[in-house]
C-alpha cells in the first residue's frame, strides 16, 4: 500500500495548496480523509472510471458534508476526472471548485452537499432508483461523525435499516472534532456503533488511515446482502501536519501561507522521519 | 355544478402518469390516502416510496431518486413539505436543479377545523423565491388533473399546491405558464386569482357587472414563472388590478404580480389575502369571511381599486 500511501500525500500536499491560495475553507477534515478518498478512487474495490466519469453502471460515491470538498476535489484531479491545474481555483469567481461542491459541476460531482445531514437521504434515493431499475451498482455516502446530530440523518439511518437498503455503503469520517471542540463534549454520539445496529445497519470499524484496511472494509460491504453497512473510519484530524492533528480549531479555518511551508514541510518529510528530495 | 377537491384531480393524474412513464416514482410521509396517491401505490407498489413521518429525507430521497434518472412526487401537506423541508427543497433539490415535484396538499385556510398549525398561507412565498423552481396553484380538480400531467415533463423541480375541500369545477383550459382570461365583462378592474378562490372571484365578477362594474377575471395558475404578456396587457388594459388568493398577502401571487408591475407598468393595486395574521379553527366559508377572502371582500377590493384608480387619473 505504499503507493497508495504516497497519492494520500500528495493528495494531501494539494489541499494544503488549494486552501492556502484560496484563503478560507476548511483544513482538518479534508487531511484526515485523504486516506479514506484514496481507497475509494485509486484501488479496484468500486466500479469507477474517470475516462466515463456518468457510465450508468459506475458506482456511485457521494459527500454529505461537503466542507471537505478539498479533498475530493483534489482526489478526483489525481484519479484523472480534470484536469489538475484546475484544483488552484477553489472558492475563486467563476470556478467549478464551488466552497461547498454543486452537483455535477465537475465530472465524478454526484451531489450538492454542504449543510449538512442531507447526503445520505440523497444516497438513499440514488440507491433505490437502482433497485428500481435492477441495476447493480453501489452507492457511497462519505459523512461526518458530528453531522450526526443532524436530526435527518436518522430519519435517513431509519429508512435504509427498514429497506435492507443492502447496495448502500455509509462511511463516516469518525474524527471527534467539530467547530465548537469535541463532539463527545458539543453533542455525544456514542456509543455510534450501537446505534447503527439498533437501526439494522452492519458496522465495521477501521483505522481511517490504513487504506487496505478500508479497502477491505468497503469489499467486506458488498458482501452484505442483509441490510446497509456503515463503515466507521477512525480518523486523526489535520492528518499528516503535525501542527493540525488533532487539534479541532483547525477544523474551519485554512492555513495561511507560513503555516503552509510548515505543513508542507512535514507532508514532504513524513514528519521529520524522511529527508526532502 | 360539480363539486370535486384538486387533490383529486392530482391523484388521477398520477395513475396516468405512470401508465405513461415507468420514470414516474410517488413518494409520501405517512399520507397516501389524503393526498390522493394510494391509487398509484395500488397499481405500481414498485414505484410507490412510503417514507414515513419524515418530510426532510422525503425530500432528500427525491432529490437523489431524479438524479438517477427518476420524476419523484413528493405529496404531503403543504405545512409540513414545503413548510418542514424547505432547506432540503432548496439544497438537494433546486440549486442541483433536479426534476423533483413537491405537492403541497391540503393547502389554505380552507383546511378549516384542524386550526392554524395545519393551515399553509406561506407556502407559495416560500417556494417562489427558489431559483430553478416552477409554482403552480390549479383552481379545481380538472385544472390540477391538467396541471400534474404538465408539470411531469418540466426538467426542473415544481410546487403543485392543492386543497382538501370539495371546490366547484369551472370550466378552463390549462396551459402552463398562460394565465387564462375566464371572464371579461369590460375594464374597470382587473380581477387576478388562482385556487379554488377563482371561483369566488367570478362570483363576485358576475356580481359586480350586475351593479354596473365591469371587471375581467384572470385564473393566473402560474405563479412562477409569471405570464407577463397577459398580466402587463390586463394591467395596461384596465388601469387597476385586484389579487386573489388563500395565502399570506406578503410573498405570495399577489407580491409576484406587484413586483412585475413595480418593474414594469406601475398600476394600483389591492391585495385579497390573509393579512399578516394565523388562521383558527372555524369552517372553510367562516374562515374565508372573517378574513377577508369571501365574495363581498373580494368585491370591496375592486371598488377600492376603482377609487384610486380615479384619484391618480385626477392628480395627473
Known sequence: MTDLSEIANKIREDIIAMLVAAGSGHSAGPLGMADVFTAIYFSQALNLNPKNPWDPNRDRVLLSNGHICPVWYATLARAGYFNHDEILTLRKIGTRLQGHPHYRELPGVENTGGPLGQGLSQAIGVTLAGQINNADYRTICLMSDAELQEGQNWEAIMFAGKNSLFRLTAIIDRNNIQIDGFTENVMPLEPLADKFKAFNWSVIEVDGHNIAEIINAINKAKAIFENPTVIIAHTIPGKGVDFMEGDYTWHGKPPNWMDAVEALRDLRTLGGKINYE | ?316
Open chain 2, 1 to 316: 355544478m360539480n363539486n370535486l377537491a384538486t387533490r383529486e384531480g392530482y391523484g388521477e393524474a398520477l395513475v396516468e402518469l405512470g401508465e405513461q412513464n415507468k420514470n414516474i416514482v410517488v413518494l409520501t410521509a405517512d399520507l397516501a390516502d389524503s393526498t390522493k396517491v394510494s391509487d398509484f401505490a395500488k397499481k405500481f407498489p414498485e414505484r410507490f416510496i412510503e417514507c414515513g413521518v419524515a418530510e426532510q429525507n422525503m425530500a432528500g430521497i427525491a432529490a437523489g431518486l431524479a438524479a438517477a434518472g427518476k420524476i419523484p412526487f413528493i405529496s404531503s401537506y403543504a405545512v409540513f413539505s414545503p413548510g418542514r423541508n424547505w432547506d432540503q427543497i432548496r439544497v438537494s433539490i433546486c440549486y442541483s436543479n433536479l426534476p423533483v415535484k413537491v405537492i403541497g396538499c391540503h393547502a389554505g385556510l380552507s383546511v378549516g377545523p384542524d386550526g392554524a398549525t395545519h393551515q399553509a398561507l406561506e407556502d407559495v412565498a416560500m417556494m417562489r423565491v427558489l431559483p430553478n423552481m416552477t409554482v403552480v396553484v390549479p383552481c379545481d380538480a380538472g385544472e390540477a388533473k391538467q396541471a400534474t400531467l404538465e408539470i411531469a415533463g418540466i426538467a426542473g423541480p415544481c410546487y403543485l399546491r392543492l386543497t382538501r375541500e370539495k371546490t366547484p369545477v369551472i370550466n378552463c383550459s390549462f396551459t402552463l405558464g398562460k394565465a387564462e382570461i375566464l371572464e371579461n365583462f369590460g375594464y374597470d378592474v382587473a380581477l387576478v386569482a388562482c385556487g379554488p378562490l377563482v371561483y369566488q372571484t367570478l362570483l363576485a365578477a358576475r356580481e359586480l357587472n350586475d351593479e354596473g362594474i365591469k371587471t375581467m377575471v384572470i385564473n393566473n395558475h402560474t405563479i412562477k414563472p409569471l405570464d407577463k404578456i397577459t398580466l402587463l396587457k390586463a394591467a395596461r388594459d384596465c388601469g387597476a388590478i385586484v389579487t386573489v388568493e388563500e395565502h399570506q398577502m406578503a410573498g405570495g401571487m399577489g407580491s409576484a404580480i406587484s413586483e412585475l408591475l413595480a418593474m414594469n407598468y406601475p398600476t394600483p393595486m389591492e391585495f385579497v389575502g390573509m393579512p399578516d395574521h394565523f388562521g383558527e379553527s372555524g369552517q372553510p366559508e367562516e374562515l374565508l369571511a372573517k378574513y377577508g377572502m369571501s365574495t363581498s371582500k373580494i368585491k370591496e377590493a375592486v371598488k377600492r381599486a376603482i377609487s384610486r384608480k380615479v384619484v391618480i387619473i385626477n392628480g395627473s
